[in-house]
């Protein structure tokens, strides 16, 4: 598995948990704490939660707080505290999204592995714009207003260049259902184009494609999901990204995570070998050559 670039989102992960396991380490309530530093309760929740970042001052005071003075030990924490305070490139995007997919739109930026499943359609970091476009729900409950639409797609197209461009791109394995490749998403000349751009980006090494045929029988796995993985060396758990039709959510608990990975190997179990299934992914694009006009 790759080593990428440490960004903010994982300096952030690895300070909470250092910062959590050191306040539980010196038997110190949240209440405690949160009085001792003249703070609210939920500002500290939210920062042993990483839905914020910390100042480096607050860190110092924090660690002194728990006892922990070894200096290289405090100076470690102090560099993931600015590390989590840096400013990524997805950052002007966070008031535009749900801030589940702000949040996993950060952790994909730095993952080493990422695993789709996808039921109905194509990952987001596969799509070809016009596929983007089309797929973008416009109604239902996670549906994007029209003035939101075309933003969105540009998010979609910087999160490409960014994770799958850079200098050390993350392993990408991708489970499609059969039913991707036939849904007629934007029409037959988008869906060509899909299924020809995602054969291409077979040829890359780091990109594998499975697909979960129609003969494999019935599959109760109605959601996309995303396993996301990080290097070792990142000290950060593995999280799964969770998208239905009512929630959008990142899932932390490392026995939901471990779940979720049961699953997608049973999946890849039950799929084509990549050879054949971008033999299937030309196959259809061909199918779709044939259509009359």
Same mark, same amino acid.
């Given at each position: /598995?790759?080593? @990428?670039?440490? +960004?903010?989102?994982? +300096?952030?992960?690895? #300070? &909470?948990?250092?910062?959590?396991?050191?306040?539980?380490?010196?038997?110190?309530?949240?209440?405690?704490?949160?009085?001792? /530093?003249? %703070?609210?309760?939920?500002?500290?929740?939210?920062?042993?939660?990483?839905?914020?970042?910390?100042?480096?001052?607050?860190?110092?005071?924090?660690?002194?707080?728990?006892?922990?003075?070894?200096?290289?030990?405090?100076?470690?924490?102090?560099?993931?505290?600015?590390?989590?305070? @840096?400013?990524?490139? %997805?950052?002007?995007?966070?008031?535009?999204?749900?801030?589940?997919?702000?949040?996993?739109?950060?952790?994909?930026?730095?993952?080493?592995?990422?695993?789709?499943?996808?039921?109905?359609?194509?990952?987001?970091?596969?799509?070809?714009?016009?596929?983007?476009?089309?797929?973008?729900?416009?109604?239902?409950?996670?549906?994007?207003?029209?003035?939101?639409?075309?933003?969105?797609?540009?998010?979609?197209?910087?999160?490409?260049?960014?994770? *799958?461009?850079?200098?050390?791109?993350?392993?990408?394995?991708?489970?499609?259902?059969?039913?991707? *490749?036939?849904? /007629?998403?934007?029409?037959?000349?988008?869906?060509?184009?899909?299924?020809?751009?995602?054969?291409? /980006?077979?040829?890359?090494?780091?990109?594998?494609?499975?697909?979960?045929?129609?003969?494999?029988?019935?599959?109760?796995? *109605?959601?996309?999901?995303?396993?996301?993985?990080?290097?070792?060396?990142?000290?950060?758990?593995?999280?799964?990204?969770?998208?239905?039709?009512?929630?959008?959510?990142?899932?932390?608990?490392?026995?939901?995570?471990?779940?979720?990975?049961?699953?997608?190997?049973?999946?890849?179990?039950?799929?084509?070998?990549?050879?054949?299934?971008?033999?299937?992914?030309? &196959?259809?694009?061909?199918? #779709?050559?044939?259509?009359?006009?």
């Amino acid at each position: /598995m790759p080593a @990428r670039h440490e +960004g903010p989102t994982i +300096g952030r992960r690895r #300070l &909470r948990a250092v910062l959590r396991r050191a306040r539980e380490a010196a038997d110190l309530t949240q209440d405690y704490v949160a009085r001792q /530093m003249d %703070w609210s309760l939920s500002k500290l929740i939210r920062i042993e939660s990483g839905s914020v970042s910390i100042s480096t001052n607050d860190v110092k005071a924090l660690l002194d707080l728990y006892g922990v003075r070894d200096h290289q030990q405090v100076q470690e924490l102090v560099e993931l505290a600015r590390a989590a305070r @840096r400013r990524a490139w %997805w950052s002007s995007y966070k008031d535009q999204v749900p801030p589940a997919y702000a949040a996993y739109i950060g952790l994909e930026a730095e993952a080493s592995a990422l695993q789709y499943f996808q039921p109905i359609s194509f990952p987001g970091l596969l799509q070809t714009e016009a596929y983007a476009r089309a797929v973008i729900p416009a109604d239902g409950p996670h549906h994007v207003p029209a003035a939101e639409i075309e933003g969105r797609v540009q998010i979609r197209l910087a999160r490409q260049h960014e994770v *799958l461009y850079g200098a050390d791109p993350p392993d990408i394995e991708v489970i499609l259902d059969e039913a991707a *490749l036939r849904r /007629m998403t934007g029409g037959p000349r988008v869906l060509r184009e899909q299924l020809q751009h995602v054969a291409k /980006m077979c040829e890359s090494t780091h990109i594998t494609v499975r697909v979960l045929p129609f003969t494999a029988g019935s599959n109760t796995i *109605l959601g996309p999901f995303v396993i996301l993985r990080f290097a070792e060396q990142a000290e950060t758990d593995d999280v799964v990204y969770v998208e239905s039709a009512l929630v959008e959510e990142i899932v932390d608990r490392p026995a939901d995570v471990q779940s979720y990975q049961h699953v997608f190997d049973r999946l890849r179990a039950d799929s084509l070998p990549p050879a054949e299934s971008l033999a299937l992914l030309h &196959r259809t694009a061909r199918q #779709l050559d044939e259509r009359p006009a």
